[in-house]
């Protein structure tokens, strides 16, 4: 449509003999794919697998026989999929899990009955959930862990008992942690004080003045200790439609 279109390959996954790519493409392993394909390992040919994602590919994890597939799409294995699905290893058909993120998938990583997700939504698996979660890998519910991680996720590993994370944040797990950090899988809300989550450590908002407001409102925060502070204005549907402070250094106080 007069744009320039430049093709790249954001994820890869290997499973037996077949490697998975996911990117931004209309073309690979000399065939048609929109995003997402199967290749052969060995010649690297694309397989009759097509699950024909609408938008970039940035995340794949495979265990099993399903493939999980994140990114900015909204359609993909010929289901209306937002940023997450889980497709048939074999088919290539998005089967009925649906975690329905809120904004794009960046990472993913599979282990036993779980799927580790990060990126920049904000509610995933039915609840909310800042930027990073664990989903029932035969629900799609969002389970109770919650690092709640002030940023984007960009990356995720699994190893044992520790997820390592890697991303745009400052805070995660209820601890200030620059950019990486790990994670204990058994970790919850509950291993968290009162007062030193980042919900609540970090941030005490009040209401709005005026509301409802027409043009404009004024927001205050009150901080126990100097912060970095991230501060966004989402819409009923979870969607980011203002981005206020994004990290900024803030003094203790109102």
Not at 168 to 178: E, H, T, V
Not at 187 to 193: P, R
Request: charged share 10%; proline share 4%; aromatic share 10%.
């Amino acid at each position: 449509t007069g744009g320039t279109f430049f093709p790249s390959v954001y994820a890869l996954a290997v499973s037996g003999s077949t490697v998975y790519a996911g990117g931004y493409f209309r073309t690979i392993g000399g065939q048609a794919r929109s995003n997402i394909a199967a290749l052969d390992a060995t010649t690297g040919a694309a397989t009759a697998w097509n699950p024909n994602a609408n938008d970039w590919v940035f995340a794949l994890a495979v265990s099993g026989s399903m493939v999980y597939a994140g990114g900015g799409f909204t359609s993909i294995g010929g289901q209306a999929r937002n940023y997450i699905a889980a497709l048939d290893a074999t088919m290539g058909s998005a089967t009925a899990w649906n975690p329905n993120a809120s904004s794009t998938v960046s990472a993913l990583a599979a282990s036993g009955s779980t799927v580790y997700a990060g990126g920049g939504f904000t509610s995933i698996g039915g609840q909310m959930r800042s930027y990073i979660a664990a989903l029932d890998t035969s629900t799609g519910a969002a389970t109770a862990w919650n690092p709640n991680a002030t940023s984007t996720v960009y990356a995720l590993a699994v190893s044992g008992d520790t997820v390592h994370a890697g991303g745009y944040f400052r805070w995660i797990g209820g601890q200030p942690q620059s950019y990486i950090a790990a994670l204990s899988r058994s970790w919850t809300d509950a291993d968290v004080g009162v007062g030193d989550s980042p919900a609540s450590a970090i941030l005490s908002l009040a209401q709005s003045a005026p509301n409802p407001a027409r043009s404009s409102t004024v927001l205050r925060f009150t901080l126990p200790a100097a912060q970095p502070v991230t501060l966004a204005v989402h819409d009923l549907q979870g969607r980011r439609v203002a981005s206020l402070l994004d990290r900024a250094l803030r003094p203790a106080g109102t």
